[in-house]
């Protein structure tokens, strides 16, 4: 696909491989989706230990994605390491 042109400073949505790549190249900050933050992930975890016989709906590949966004851009995500360690409990 064709993406950009890019104007700095403003939000816009690009595929995960893009937004790594820019990245990576210092060119990009990368805004988590919103099930990637410590309180979304915390309620998930509270909700599985309670109901044993169920899975919280979370995206479908959610421990590839973290992982990805983890290890590209642990500054852009807020309480990285708790949110790491929230991602393996679920998993």
């Known amino acids: 696909g064709t993406y950009g042109p ?10 995960l491989w893009m937004a790594i790549l820019l990245k990576g190249g210092k060119r990009a900050r990368i805004v988590p989706p919103e099930w990637l933050n ?3 992930l915390l309620i998930s975890v509270a909700a599985e230990r ?14 590839e994605i973290a992982a990805m966004l983890l290890k590209a851009a642990p500054d852009d995500i807020p309480n990285a390491e708790r949110v790491r ?3 393996e409990d679920l998993w």
Request: net charge negative; proline share 13%; hydrophobic share 25%.
């Open 85 to 87: 360690g929230l991602i």
């Open 50 to 63: 309670e109901q044993s016989k169920s899975f919280e709906p979370l995206h479908d590949h959610y421990y």
């Open 6 to 15: 890019f104007q700095p400073s403003y939000p816009t949505a690009v595929p």
């Open 38 to 40: 410590y309180e979304s």
